[in-house]
Nanobody, 124 residues
């Protein structure tokens, strides 16, 4: 049974950087593309980064381009999200998600597994 566990969230000052990690277990990590999403209460979840099964073709929507970097280590079964130049509007719960597919997709409903989320709060 696949499990995803995020870590690295917390209270951070605007302008700083933060790295979120997601540990994958219970399956073959390289069979899955991975995505990062974030959720603010009262708003729809937002896809912020995706990475294919082998680490090629990372993708970022325009809202995340230039500040977000997704990476994965198939030897360690982890996927990470580096967020630079943090802004108060980056405050959200961040989730990693796995889709049994070679390539990421933007639609959260298509992902097969989700982590429990990690809170990121940016103070101005």
């Amino acid at each position: 049974h696949v499990q995803l566990t995020e870590s690295g969230g917390g209270l951070v000052q605007a302008g700083d950087s933060l790295r979120l990690d997601c540990a994958f277990s219970g399956g073959t990590f390289s069979n899955f593309a991975m995505g990062w999403f974030r959720q603010v209460p009262g708003r729809e979840g937002e896809f912020v980064a995706g990475i294919s099964w082998n680490g090629d073709t990372p993708y970022y929507p325009s809202s995340a381009k230039d500040r977000f970097v997704i990476s994965r280590d198939n030897a360690k079964n982890t996927v990470s999200l580096q967020i630079n130049s943090l802004r108060p509007e980056d405050t959200a719960v961040y989730y990693c998600a796995a889709i049994e597919n070679q390539r990421w997709v933007r639609c959260g409903r298509k992902y097969d597994y989700w982590g429990q989320g990690t809170q990121v709060t940016i103070s101005s």
